[in-house]
């Protein structure tokens, strides 16, 4: 079971209210707490996605990427996604930017307790230059700079070849646990690097389409 609660414009109060039980059974989409529609057939119905009319003639689509925790859930309205929606381009940014802090914070802490401690095992030096590059492009990230996820996508994915290739060749096997979370990181800094793209593209629309000083 569970609920997620979205605004239907960026700075509004959110309005729309999205429940649903085991295995997605009973799906119910409310709007200020008046039922728009519900979807009984699970899942699989949510993977081809449906759509509702909402009051003022507008159309909310939804439709599920993955059931694959956590489940995403695309939400748009007339094709554009709601804030604080999964497949939101300000929101999959902030979630890039908080996983490069997160390791930039990590990365600083071991590093700084292998300078203390002289241990060459826990990375010193390496370790403490490595969480300053992490946070330098969580910055540019937050900026929405499309270059800072790119350089965040191939450092993380250098840094795990390398950490596989240093297991295998000291004859043990990687941590699946371990390569689960660093791939799933490496999907949120791809998926940040296209955020940005789509915000530059409405952007640019945005400026077309505005009156002419």
């Given at each position: 079971m569970g609920s997620k609660r979205l605004a239907l414009e960026a700075g509004e109060?959110?309005?729309?209210?999205?429940?649903w039980g085991l295995r997605w059974k009973r799906f119910v989409v409310a709007l200020d707490g008046k039922v728009v529609g519900t979807v009984d057939e699970g899942a699989s119905a949510?993977?081809?996605?449906?759509?509702?009319?909402?009051?003022?003639?507008s159309t909310l689509r939804i439709r599920m990427l993955s059931r694959v925790f956590p489940?995403?859930?695309?939400?748009?309205?007339?094709?554009?996604?709601l804030p604080?929606?999964?497949?939101?381009?300000?929101?999959?940014?902030?979630?890039?930017?908080l996983l490069l802090y997160i390791l930039a914070g990590f990365k600083l802490l071991m590093g700084g307790v292998a300078l203390v401690w002289s241990s060459e095992e826990m990375g010193g030096l390496g370790s403490v230059l490595m969480g300053a590059v992490f946070g330098v492009l969580g910055y540019f990230v937050a900026r929405g700079t499309r270059a800072g996820a790119?350089?965040?996508?191939?450092?993380?994915?250098?840094?795990?070849?390398?950490?596989?290739?240093?297991?295998?060749?000291?004859?043990?096997?990687?941590?699946?646990?371990g390569l689960l979370i660093r791939t799933y990181i490496i999907i949120m800094f791809?998926?940040?690097?296209?955020?940005?793209?789509?915000?530059?593209?409405?952007?640019?629309?945005?400026?077309?389409v505005s009156p002419q000083s």
């Open positions: 109060t959110p309005r729309l209210e999205l429940s949510l993977k081809k996605g449906v759509s509702f009319k909402l009051p003022d003639r489940a995403e859930l695309s939400v748009t309205r007339d094709g554009v996604p604080g929606s999964d497949t939101d381009p300000e929101r999959q940014i902030r979630t890039a930017m790119l350089l965040a996508i191939l450092l993380y994915g250098s840094d795990m070849l390398l950490s596989v290739v240093e297991s295998i060749s000291a004859g043990g096997q990687p941590n699946f646990f791809t998926k940040a690097a296209q955020a940005t793209w789509v915000l530059h593209q409405r952007g640019e629309a945005e400026a077309d």
